[in-house]
DNA sequence: GCGGCTTTCTGACATTTGTCATGAGCGGCG
DNA sequence: CGCCGCTCATGACAAATGTCAGAAAGCCGC
């Protein structure tokens, strides 16, 4: 019984050179590949695969949404996400989305092989290291507003900026980062978009 | 004639599935693999390879610097880079360390080895819009204190943090970002710290 | 040595941020 | 219902930041 594989990287020499990795396994065929969110679900709908690897980051639709889609469209279609940049946050986002494998890029082929085949047969795989760091950076004690206040202010926006684009007071916007930043414990809110950043939060 | 190939990624995944496909040029052989900027080194001293193909970002010590050291130690090693994110300065940086060829990760395994052989040759190649971007950019307008500055500012810390950690009075360095920001044309000491490494400046 | 340059500092000022108290409205939960 | 937490707001104050003018010290070239 041959699985059917749907590659989705924006990076042409990791998928090309994965696609021929992954052909080394005879039990494992790629039937598509892509290059972009987008395309990653038209592909999908084409071909019909029974696993869909995907980075986590990726130009049009990052991995998560593409997966989020997926399994409204294709049910029997399971998700597996590989990333180089391993964020707690995502690996959360990435669950909930119903993603059923998670793993860095670090892994081997070999190993990246058995976990396709583990995820087609309806099973979950998660690398434990990152799953140590989600279980350690814990649940995001921001409120929603928080969240999306400090996200605004990612950038370096001045609150003026920041209250416009949330239609929001400008005193509103910073009580919210003023809580946001104690809650994180940071000294101001650059150091708490960062450390957020990390948690994976924002 | 055969080119003898060191193959430094810290991606366990993509460094065995490039070794894989290299493998298929028959006039290409990979003789060696690291997962570190320190491991990179070493490998190349003992199997002394025609052409290092590093990735920009290794944990120990990143691309640049391993070429830097390279083109000391092994003076016939061609060093090629290959990156996922192309920032303009990482690419001035590159070629001033002596680096013969900076492409990003989207070529393709064909373009990499035709790639590898122009480099073994002595020839150059930097990928055509990383080289666009690389010159729109331009050259830094900062002086090196307002860089340094801007630097130490980069991760959110106070002015008296990074006074105390450049050694110089508040004051100067308020004055140093003050000025930074005039000319980067940015609204604030944040927005100047990301236009800058957008720019490759830092 | 003089003029020009950079580096470094100071002091003063306006603006922006961070913090706090306080309050109104709303939705959920026991 | 009453309580609690989230949302949104205002006002006031302290602290940090941005901006500017001015000035001492050192270095380089002529």
């Known amino acids: 019984m041959t699985v059917r594989v749907l590659l989705a990287d924006d990076e042409h020499l990791i998928r090309g050179a994965l696609a021929a990795l992954l052909a080394l396994e005879d039990d494992l065929v790629v039937v598509a590949e892509a290059a972009s969110g987008p395309e990653a679900l038209a592909m999908a709908r084409a071909h019909q695969p029974d696993v869909a690897v995907l980075d986590l980051q990726m130009p ?76 350690s950076a814990g649940d995001s004690p921001l409120t929603a507003r928080e969240a999306e206040v400090l996200e605004l202010a990612a950038d370096g926006a001045p609150v003026a900026e920041i209250a416009e684009r949330a239609a929001l007071s400008p005193g509103t916007v910073r009580n919210y980062l003023s809580s946001a930043v104690s809650k994180l414990g940071a000294e101001n809110r650059h150091t708490a978009v960062r450390l957020a950043r990390e948690r994976g939060w924002v």
Chains 1, 2 share one sequence.
Not at 77 to 92: M, W, Y
Not at 117 to 134: H, M
């Open 60 to 135: 049009g639709a990052d991995g998560v949404r593409v997966a989020t889609s997926l399994r409204a469209e294709l049910p029997g279609c399971q998700v597996l996400i590989v990333t180089s940049h391993g964020r707690p946050g995502h690996l959360k986002r990435a669950l909930a989305a119903g993603v059923r494998g998670f793993v860095p890029k670090t892994v081997s082929a070999q190993r990246l092989a058995e976990i396709i085949r583990t995820v087609q047969a309806g099973n979950r795989y998660v690398d434990p290291e990152l799953a140590a760091d989600a279980i």
